[in-house]
C-alpha cells in the first residue's frame, strides 16, 4: 500500500504561482497512475491533472489548461503540479492520488483510485 504526502500549498496572490509535490512515501509510482483533484467548500470534488508515470503524459481539467503543468521527477521520486496565473476560483484543498489499474478513460474519475494523500490548502487572495 502505497502512501501519499502532498506538500507545497499555501497563500499567494492572483497571479501568482505555486509548486505542488506528492511523493510516495517509502515508494516509487512506477507502474502507477497519479492523479491531482481538488475540493473547494461546497463544491464537489474536481479533476485538475493527471500522469500516467511509466508513460509520461499528462491530462488536464479544462479549467486549467494552458496554467498549470504537470511533470515527474524521478530523482526525488515524485508528482509536482506546477500551478502558474492563480485566480481565486483555485482556492481549494488540492488531492494527490495514485492508483495502479486504472483505464485511460478513467484518469478523471477520483472514485477509480485507490489511494489518497490529505491534501494541502491552496489559497489564492484577490
Known amino acids: 500500500q502505497v502512501q501519499l504526502v502532498e506538500s507545497g500549498g499555501g497563500t499567494v496572490q492572483t497571479g501568482g504561482s505555486l509548486r505542488l509535490s506528492c511523493a510516495a512515501n517509502?515508494?516509487?509510482?512506477?507502474?502507477?497512475?497519479v492523479g491531482w483533484f481538488r475540493q473547494a467548500p461546497g463544491k464537489e470534488r474536481e479533476f485538475v491533472a493527471a500522469?500516467?508515470?511509466?508513460?509520461?503524459?499528462?491530462y488536464y481539467g479544462d479549467s486549467v489548461k494552458g496554467r498549470f503543468s504537470l511533470s515527474k521527477d524521478n530523482a526525488r521520486k515524485t508528482v509536482d503540479l506546477q500551478m502558474n496565473g492563480l485566480t481565486p476560483e483555485d482556492t481549494a484543498v488540492y488531492y494527490c492520488?495514485?492508483?495502479?489499474?486504472?483505464?485511460?478513460?478513467?484518469?478523471?474519475?477520483?472514485?477509480?483510485?485507490?489511494?489518497w494523500g490529505q491534501g494541502t490548502q491552496v489559497t489564492v487572495s484577490s
Open positions: 500522469i500516467r508515470w511509466n508513460a509520461g503524459y499528462s
Open positions: 517509502g515508494d516509487t509510482f512506477r507502474g502507477y497512475w
Open positions: 492520488a495514485a492508483d495502479r489499474h486504472l483505464i485511460l478513460s478513467s484518469y478523471h474519475i477520483g472514485s477509480q483510485y485507490d489511494y
